[in-house]
T-cell receptor, first 110, second 115 residues
Framework: QKEVEQNSGPLSVPEGAIASLNCTYS??????FFWYRQYSGKSPELIMS????GDKEDGRFTAQLNKASQYVSLLIRDSQPSDSATYLC??????????FGSGTQLTVLP | SAVISQKPSRDICQRGTSLTIQCQVD?????MFWYRQQPGQSLTLIAT?????????ESGFVIDKFPISRPNLTFSTLTVSNMSPEDSSIYLC????????????FGPGTRLLVL
């Protein structure tokens, strides 16, 4: 079993829709969770962090965390073509290092 | 976040040679890391660059192949030694300023092609 699993994608949504990105992790010690966005040919860019169970909202982005289920998600409301990118989930591990999932490629169709 | 630069931004190298990648930050940071991202893959941590001491390598990565230096709190280098085509990848440095070393910011990356 992979340490961090993300919905494999690619995921396509129409402009204005909600994009839902999911991530499960195996390390129960993980306390901090990060979502990165990576445009093609660019380096990852931090867009959200979440540390407590529940929801955290930042503009059009909402991160949801359920530590009991070892599940973290990212919702993008009112999706825009500029949101088209690969989204990487990265929980922290027991050694406080980040472990990255394989990513979900999102395409927002105009 | 910090301003992070990497040199070179890209390079094409011959098999058997070595390349040193530089990572410069505009201010002092707690921790610096080196990652590899192979084509179509996610990020894999190579090592944590420790200031004033030897780097801490992850499983599957060794100092002879990927020597790392960190002479001060704003600069680090990664050398890819005795390169083979399998080393073709994007190499990224990242940094953190928080004491837990978790919130990381990435440099622009170095795109390496080994022929």
């Amino acid at each position: 079993q992979k340490e961090v699993e993300q919905n494999s994608g690619p995921l396509s949504v129409p402009e204005g829709a909600i994009a839902s990105l999911n991530c499960t992790y195996s390390d129960r010690v993980s306390q901090s969770f990060f979502w990165y966005r990576q445009y093609s040919g660019k380096s990852p860019e931090l867009i959200m962090s979440i540390y407590s169970n529940g929801d955290k909202e930042d503009g059009r982005f909402t991160a949801q965390l359920n530590k009991a289920s070892q599940y973290v998600s990212l919702l993008i409301r009112d999706s825009q073509p500029s949101d088209s990118a690969t989204y990487l989930c990265a929980p922290s591990g027991s050694a406080r290092q980040l472990t990255f999932g394989s990513g979900t490629q999102l395409t927002v169709l105009p | 976040s910090a301003v992070i630069s990497q040199k070179p931004s890209r390079d094409i190298c011959q098999r058997g040679t070595s390349l040193t990648i530089q990572c410069q930050v505009d201010s002092q940071v707690t921790m610096m890391f080196w990652y590899r991202q192979q084509p179509g893959q996610s990020l894999t941590l190579i090592a944590t660059a420790n200031q004033g001491s030897e780097a801490t390598y992850e499983s599957g990565f060794v100092i002879d192949k990927f020597p790392i230096s960190r002479p001060n709190l704003t600069f680090s280098t990664l050398t890819v030694s005795n390169m083979s085509p399998e080393d073709s990848s994007i190499y990224l440095c990242s940094l953190t300023r928080d004491p837990q070393g978790e919130t990381q910011y990435f440099g622009p990356g170095t795109r390496l092609l080994v022929l």
